[in-house]
């Protein structure tokens, strides 16, 4: 039996014998690598590996015990040889050096340099899985972030310091959209110190190029940190991108004072790197393969947005997922909805009738828009008629089924007015241009330009007051 | 002091330990693990080893850590105190830890659940020498300002003389209050402080049978589908679907005297917004802040998952204490399918063989458990207590079919099924009112009739007839169109989309609508279906039925849970008389 002073000293064993190499592994699975006889590691500490030729490759132990010691691998085991592999335990979590400098950089998944503009300099080492916010600490977020975007002002307001996803599908037009809100979004009556945080797990080069023309062409580049993690970079790096991005995210917004956009894609393919991992350890898997712990594993991700009381900046969340097969219900926007606050849906019928941006506002939500708008914020009566144009466009889809079955000419007058209203809602209110920019008026005077089509009995979330000041004008 | 200690790690999975050199572990016995002292707990004790469950990030745990036995289990601190205060899932008072470790939270960590420095003013109820049992209220603190704490004599005490008892005056939760000479003539010194073990149910002497509802102030819950003081019921979801909102709403108005409100792996900002909305919030019923009656623990989705395991029982513990105290509580869990994920990332971890979805076998058996400890009691002291559970469930894809709600269902006796189609048309609260059940509709019936003057129960028949017919001309009219069904039967239409926009959808947002009064929901529905019996009455005798519909009365009716106040109900009684009499005006001109 071992007293406390016997385990001190083994403590400070461990710190000596921290760095030391170890050469020979036991198994080398997918990107996992096991290794015996090392000295005790801690779970989740930094690894060293070196490959046989020499290079140097980061890892995280995953699992520890007396005899193995696992370790994942992020720039994955190409070319390892179970003999030729190296590691050293480095005796700390997995950090990330970060610095306001990583701003206009491009960076791989770990913030390493892939700009060749030299070495990534940072100053405050950041544990990259970061720790949790203490709720008692949070300012419930409310500051309205105009995007210029009807459908999202209008209908699902973004804030400032919320997370709010758009659920794509594969050929649908999000990066247009998330490129547009990054150009346009603004906090009227405030020249916050705004910055971008990008994060690519998986995707295209042509689509990593798009957001970086785009961000070229509104010249805030300077502004912006990319971290790549491309679709022929080992899977596995994906698996740590968006940790590293908002670990700088968090330096930047709480000790910097930045407002912070996060613009993560694709969340699918993250989710996928997880599933692989899992399914290589052997363990459980839960729906559709994917690992029991998904659920908090991106929650781990997604809850690093928000405002702390006291502190300047914020972090603001727009991660983008494709749906597979278009389906809602995949465990991928599955979850994430049930973490986010809120989601952004995109409709591919919408798009195929030329609307962009193709949002079905029906089934979108933001959660913190209720605090963030009305008097004083928005326009006194933005509540009410976002309420009313809800109400309205959802029982236009039930008008246009039953025109489907019956013909259009059979339908009542006033269902010939819903459709006449849905039709302009479409058309005119969501859609809107690549570059067009709307302001919060613009956007709430369309609203009741649709609703005019209406005759004002059927509008009953709307108060007298707000009908006599508004309607048909 | 030396620490005992009772064994070394051999294997770090996560939150799950693998302990060697076991001497004398206990199960369920609370440890510390290594030199940061993390919280865990012993689940399994097995050939010398024991698997311990981890209650913080296990990073930096390292096989050959020394693990440090606290010689009891799992245990919660109740006293004066707990009103008030944000938890964790392990009962650390969150703000103690942002005082420690600032925005973030660090490990290692124990602060006192309740502050032990603090005085109380303490007002003895008994005189020393009288003979005293479990449960025995011996004296009476002011907690806040609405809340009696009763300072109850332990449960392990089943009888024992009172020898001493503290005068009135100030005091802290450690100082000693009272002296019990025990039945074996050992003494027993007592503080206002007590420990209880979270997974262990309070006893109490016995159950009593539901009588009165839980009055929620939500119209579609009271009128509809009504829980009663000491039920249990679920409230399953889809995301977006209301859960958190129709919980926030519960804990707001309805009117249980205490409040336990368990955030269980959901979004941090929720618990923020609760904290910068209840003491702002004015109860209707006391006029007093609402904080003044909650207790909040928050366990949220990027906190440790073995610490949300514990949080539901952390939290029903504390209902419990209150209930001996004579009190009635309401405990929400937000939501228990991330309890029940928790369990399953635990047992997979833990190895053990899976059931339906990768759940543990034991799953239906915990869910059981946590239900049970729900009920109307006799408490040990005599006095009358009840604890309600309202548990959301979050179903991957919002497909009720899946285990856990498929559990929850066998174990609860009421089911507010939220609809997403009605959350997409913004139809709040969501509550289906053709899947959703109450079976206390029969224990409630009594009390309800006796605040409607009798009415309560013939017309939410009536009203559910109503809407049962309504579906079946709705597949009609899918297929034919409106036009092809006479007008008394269009208006039984008319009237279920009135009752919907009328009645049934509430602004959790809209400062009026938000609360709704019971005398408040007997008289909606009273006037609604007043509307329905004279319309039908003056449709058959041949007026359109768009006529009626254009009535300024319905026009009135349709926003009267927006416009009438709670002390204005009067107004209601008008908008029924008015209606009745334009009626029979229009239903005058076609007679002749
Ligand atoms: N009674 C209500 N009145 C007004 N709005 C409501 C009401 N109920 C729900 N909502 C709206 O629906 C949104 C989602 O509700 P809520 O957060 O309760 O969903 P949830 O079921 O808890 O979702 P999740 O499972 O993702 O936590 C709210 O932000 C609010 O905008
Ligand atoms: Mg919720």
Redesign the interface.
Same mark, same amino acid.
């Given at each position: 039996? $071992?007293? $406390?002073t016997e385990?001190?000293m083994?403590?400070s064993d461990?710190k000596l014998l921290s760095g030391r190499e170890y050469r020979g592994a036991s198994r080398i699975d997918g990107p996992l690598v096991y290794m015996r006889n090392t000295h %005790?590691?801690?779970?989740?500490?930094l690894v060293e590996v070196v490959t046989p030729d020499g290079a140097r490759r980061s890892g995280q132990v995953l699992?520890?015990?007396?005899e193995v010691v696992v370790v994942q691998v992020f720039e994955g085991t190409d070319s390892l040889t179970l003999p030729g592999t190296g590691m050293r335990f480095m005796g700390e %979590?997995l950090t990330l050096p970060v610095s306001e400098q990583m701003l206009g950089r491009v960076m791989d998944g770990l913030g390493k340099s892939r700009d060749g503009s030299g070495a990534v300099h940072g100053f405050a080492e950041r544990d990259v899985?970061?720790?949790?916010?203490?709720?008692?600490?949070?300012?419930?977020?409310r500051d309205f972030i105009q995007t210029g975007i009807s459908v999202i002002d209008g209908m699902t307001t973004l804030i400032q310091g919320q997370k709010l996803p758009i659920f794509s599908g594969n050929g649908l037009d999000h990066n247009q959209l998330a490129a547009q809100i990054a150009r346009q979004a603004k906090v009227r009556g405030s020249e916050g110190d705004f910055c971008i945080v990008f994060a690519a797990m998986g995707v295209k080069h042509d689509v990593a190029r798009f957001f970086t023309n785009s961000f070229e062409e509104t010249g805030v580049l300077d502004n912006v940190a990319l971290f790549l993690s491309l679709a022929d970079d080992p899977s596995i790096e994906r698996t740590i991108t968006p940790k590293t991005a908002l670990t700088l995210a968090e330096y930047l917004a709480?000790d910097k004072g930045k407002q912070v956009l996060v613009i993560m894609t694709d969340m699918t393919n993250y989710c996928e790197s997880l599933r692989e991992i899992g399914t290589m350890r052997g363990?459980?898997?839960?729906?559709k393969g994917y690992p029991?712990?998904l659920?908090?594993n991106l929650?781990?991700i997604y809850?690093?947005s928000?405002k702390?009381s006291g502190?300047a900046g914020s972090i603001t969340q727009l991660p983008i997922l494709s749906m597979p097969n278009d389906d809602i219900?995949? %465990?991928v926007p599955?979850?994430t909805?049930?973490?986010t606050?809120?989601?952004i849906v995109f409709e591919r019928g919408m798009q195929a009738r030329g609307i962009y941006p193709p949002i079905n506002c029906?089934?979108s939500?933001s @959660?913190?828009m209720?605090d963030g708008i009305g008097e004083g914020m928005t326009r006194d009566d933005h509540?009410h008629l976002a309420?009313q144009l809800?109400?309205s466009y959802?029982?236009v889809k039930d008008v246009q089924?039953?025109a489907s079955?019956?013909g259009e000419e059979?339908?009542?007058t006033l269902d010939q007015q819903y459709l006449e209203f849905g039709n302009f809602f479409e058309k005119r209110f969501v859609n809107q241009g690549f570059d067009e920019d709307r302001s919060i008026e613009q956007t709430l005077d369309l609203g009741w330009e649709a609703l005019g089509k209406l005759p004002s009995?059927e509008l009953?979330r709307l108060s007298d007051e707000e009908i006599a000041e508004h309607y048909g004008r | 002091m030396k620490?005992r200690?009772i064994g070394?790690v $051999?294997?770090?999975?996560?939150p799950v330990l693998?302990i060697?050199?076991i001497?004398d572990a206990m199960m369920m016995e609370m440890v510390r693990i290594g030199?940061q002292h993390l919280v865990g707990e012993v689940v399994k004790l097995y050939d010398g080893l024991a698997t311990v469950q981890v209650y913080e990030?296990?990073?930096?745990?390292?096989?050959?850590?020394?693990v440090y036995g606290s010689g009891m289990s799992l245990s919660v601190e109740l006293g004066p105190g707990l009103i008030g205060t944000?938890y964790d899932g392990i009962q650390r008072p969150?703000?103690k830890?942002?005082e420690a470790?600032?925005?973030?939270?660090?490990r290692g960590l124990s602060y006192d659940a309740v502050d032990h420095g603090k005085k109380w003013e303490f007002t003895p109820v008994i005189e020393a020498g009288a003979s005293v049992h479990a449960g025995m209220v011996i004296a009476s603190v002011e907690e806040t300002s609405r809340v009696q704490h009763r300072i109850i004599i332990p449960p392990q005490y089943q009888s024992a003389t009172l020898s001493e008892i503290a005068p009135s005056g100030s005091y802290t939760v450690e100082d000693v209050i009272a002296t019990l000479v025990l039945p074996d003539g050992r003494q027993q010194k007592l503080t206002m402080l007590q420990k209880w073990p979270i997974r262990l149910p309070r006893p109490v002497s016995s159950r009593l049978a539901l009588k009165q509802p839980l009055v929620t102030g939500l119209r579609v819950i009271d009128t509809l589908f009504p829980l009663a003081k000491g039920g249990t019921v679920a409230i399953p979801g889809?995301?977006?679907t209301g859960k958190t909102m129709t919980q926030h709403s519960i804990a707001q108005w309805c009117d249980a005297d205490i409040i336990v409100y368990i955030?269980c792996?959901e @979004?941090?900002?929720e618990?923020?917004?609760v904290?910068?909305e209840f003491p702002l919030l004015v109860d209707p019923r006391t006029g007093q802040s609402l904080m003044e009656r909650t207790i909040l623990i928050?366990n949220?989705?990027?906190?440790p998952?073995s610490a949300r395991e514990a949080s539901i029982y952390t939290g029903i513990t504390m209902a419990e204490y209150y209930r001996d105290q004579g009190y009635h509580v309401a405990i929400m869990a937000d939501s228990t399918s @991330?309890w029940a994920?928790a369990l @399953?990332?635990l047992s997979?971890r833990m190895e053990e063989m899976?059931a339906e979805?990768?759940f543990p076998a034991y799953l239906p058996t915990r869910i059981a458990q946590f239900y049970e400890r729900a009920g109307y009691m006799r408490n040990l002291s005599g006095s009358d207590g009840s604890v309600s559970i309202i548990g959301a469930v979050?179903p991957?894809?919002?497909?009720f079919s899946e285990p856990v709600t498929q559990h929850t269902k066998r174990f609860v006796r009421c089911f507010w099924g939220l609809d997403r189609q009605l959350a997409?048309?913004?139809h709040y609260p969501a509550i289906s009112w053709l899947d959703s059940y109450s079976e206390y509709l029969s224990d409630v019936k009594q009390w309800w009739n006796d605040h409607s003057e009798g009415a309560w129960h013939e017309n939410r028949l009536r009203i559910m007839d109503l809407l049962q017919k309504e579906v079946r001309l709705q597949q009609i009219?899918?297929?034919?169109?409106?036009?092809a069904l006479p007008d008394t039967q269009n208006f039984i239409l008319e009237v279920c989309s009135l009752f919907k926009?009328a009645f049934l959808q509430q602004n959790a947002?809209d400062e009026v609508d938000r609360y709704c009064s019971v005398e408040k929901q007997v008289k909606m529905l009273s006037v609604i279906l007043a509307y329905y019996e004279k319309g039908l009455e003056a449709i058959n005798k041949g007026v359109p039925m768009v006529k009626v519909r254009?009535l300024r009365a319905v026009?009135e009716m349709?926003?009267m849970r927006l416009t009438v106040k709670g002390d204005e109900l009067e107004t209601i009684d008008k908008i029924q008389l008015r209606l009745e009499r334009s009626i029979d005006q229009i239903g005058g001109i076609y007679e002749n």
């Open positions: 039996m $071992k007293t $406390k385990s001190l083994a403590q461990r %005790p590691v801690g779970f989740g500490e699992d520890t015990s007396d %979590p899985n970061g720790v949790p916010i203490n709720p008692t600490a949070r300012e419930y977020p709480f363990e459980i898997p839960s729906r029991g712990y659920y908090s929650a781990e809850e690093r928000g702390i502190r219900s995949h %465990p599955d979850l909805g049930y973490i606050e809120g989601q029906l089934p939500l @959660r913190l209720k509540p309420n809800f109400a959802s029982h089924n039953l079955v019956i059979e339908l009542t009995e009953q | 620490e200690i070394r $051999k294997r770090v999975n996560g693998i060697k050199d001497t030199e990030d296990a990073t930096g745990i390292c096989p050959g850590d020394n944000i969150l703000e830890l942002m470790s600032g925005a973030f939270i660090s889809g995301f977006g955030g792996g @979004r941090g900002n618990m923020t917004d904290l910068r928050a949220t989705s990027n906190m998952v @991330r994920e @399953r990332e997979g899976p979805e990768g979050s991957p894809g919002g497909d997409s048309s913004r009219v899918k297929l034919v169109g409106p036009d926009t947002f254009r026009q349709a926003r």
